[in-house]
């Protein structure tokens, strides 16, 4: 894993900065939002999500299924 992190580390931290948002960054990884959110959970990186935000993916989530 370190060594994806060093691979993509200027996404993250362009994630970090807030120049990318969740969505984007998983793509530049190749990731789900899911996988993407536990891969910067573990390398310490807060994501800045809220109540509306979950209430905005439990809509798309809705949409898919």
């Given amino acids: 894993v370190s060594f994806y992190l060093a691979g993509n580390t ?3 931290e362009r994630y970090r900065q807030g120049h990318l948002s969740v969505g984007k960054l998983a793509r530049e990884l190749g ?3 899911s996988d993407t959110m536990d891969f910067v959970a573990q390398h310490g990186i ?8 979950y209430l905005q993916c439990l809509g798309h989530t809705r949409k898919v299924w």
């Avoid at 807060?46 to 935000?53: E, G, I, V």
């Fill in 10 to 12: 200027i996404f993250v």
């Fill in 31 to 33: 990731l789900s939002i």
């Fill in 46 to 53: 807060k994501l800045p999500l809220d109540y509306d935000d």
